[in-house]
């Protein structure tokens, strides 16, 4: 998603501990989770701007999680109700140290799906390693009647629209002004 701001860039994939503070509320997850990434990028690139992020679904404030098996995900009662996508988003930069975090909120609202279309998209997705059981960009639009949200890369982990104003913020203009 960062190539469609035309901006050259690395990817890293720092290992970090994932679990849940107890009692930590989803959206407090995910920013500190991204506060972790960007943490333990930047040691290996001081210079640079880090962005990190992470994402969890939730239904009725609950986090779904990634279920790994089709038994686990044919599990999560999504059909006919609203599922909340919590996004983490981080901005460090290095030579600064200056670092801007947010949790970006989309909501997804599932049809009212049968038993047998739930386990036909899951036979042929197989999304078990997905916040949620589903990719969006793949059959998982079908499953859904309506999507609210600031934009559509929140839903697929990365909001464009916020990191280039965290990038304007940090001076990095992606569209230039022309003279």
Do not use: W
């Not at 962005?51 to 239904?59: E, K, M, P, R, Y």
């Not at 009725?60 to 009662?77: F, M, N, V, Y």
């Not at 609202?109 to 279309?117: E, I, Q, T």
């Amino acid at each position: 998603m960062l190539a469609r701001l035309g901006l050259e860039f690395q990817c890293a994939a720092p290992d970090s501990d994932e679990t849940p503070l107890p009692g930590e509320p989803p959206q407090e997850l995910v920013v500190r989770l991204a506060g972790l990434k960007v943490a333990a990028v930047v040691q290996g690139h001081p210079d640079a701007l880090i962005i990190g992020s992470d994402q969890v679904a939730t239904l009725d404030g609950e986090i779904l999680g990634k279920p790994d098996s089709h038994a686990r995900t044919a599990q999560q009662r999504a059909s006919g109700r609203r599922v909340t996508f919590h996004t983490g988003l981080c901005l460090l930069n290095g030579r600064t140290r200056e670092t801007q975090c947010c949790c970006e909120p989309f909501h997804v609202h599932f049809r009212a799906l049968s038993r047998a279309a739930i386990d036909d998209y899951l036979r042929r997705e197989q999304p078990y390693n997905c916040a949620g059981s589903f990719k969006s960009v793949g059959l998982g639009i079908c499953l859904f009647r309506r999507l609210e949200g600031d934009g559509p890369n929140a839903l697929i982990g990365q909001p464009l629209i916020r990191l280039a104003d965290m990038l304007a913020n940090a001076g990095v203009e992606v569209l230039q002004e022309c003279h």
